[in-house]
């Protein structure tokens, strides 16, 4: 695991290239930059590929940790945008959230991780909500972004969801008034995990090489999962949550044939160019 170095940034560029004199905290990991805001600055962060916007921290983590993982491993820039700081949540407090989530994007290798600094328990999606996510999104470049599903049992979840869909549109507009080059990305996915809905997904990805680098991340959050039986959109079986997560996992890599698997869904169909290539045995 690489070593962080904690600093202090007297003078960070914003992404207007102007000299800011504010006092920030950071985690530095080279080539990454951890996060932990006060107040809303801008940005001080760096383009990736693949970008996860989720309510909270360890939502990520939960639905498409194994994913970012495997998406780090083969070199992609990943990032990870947590739009609260978990002020409101029942375990832990906002700190202690910050450090947990700084180790667990160690472990799955993701280059940039934010927070939006916006209200937990109580997310809108509206004018300043939308120009602060625009902001990072322009920021970030991303080329691909993931959601969480827009339908679920924590009001968080679902208002991220459609929150992140019209700041990914937004973003591309030359004369929105957020700072920033236009960017708009490429795909919007949705993370399927956990659903009870009769969705079904439009692909799987196989994290089976991942998969104990997904758990070991989940881990990372001590103060919200050691001894829980259910967590945001997994609700409780009896089960050791850590068990419950690795049932769940196999049940999605048995629709690919794979050990282990995290399901998305997009809106778009799907484009195959040589059907001589496609897996997952059908007889």
Known sequence: MRSAECGMDRAAVDPRGQRRSDLTLQFRIPHS????PGAWRPPVTQTVDLLAIAAHRDDAELTCGGTLAKAARA???VGILDLTQGEAGTRGDAGLRAAEAERAAKVLGV???LNAGLPDAHLQNDEPSRARLVELIRATHPRVVI?????GRHPDHRIASE?????????GL????????????????YALAYREDPVKPSFVVDISEAFETKL?????????FDGARAAGEIFPTGQDLYELIRVQSAHYGSLIRKAYGEPFFCNETLEVQDVLQLGVQSL
């Open 33 to 36: 930059t951890f996060r932990i």
């Open 75 to 77: 070199d992609h820039e």
């Open 111 to 113: 280059a940039v991780r």
């Open 147 to 151: 959601l969480p599903f827009p339908v």
């Open 163 to 171: 929150l992140g869909r019209d700041a990914c549109y937004l973003a």
């Open 174 to 189: 030359a004369r929105y008034g957020a700072p920033g080059a236009p960017h708009r990305p490429f795909k919007v996915l």
């Open 216 to 224: 070991e991340a989940i881990r990372c959050y001590a103060s919200q």
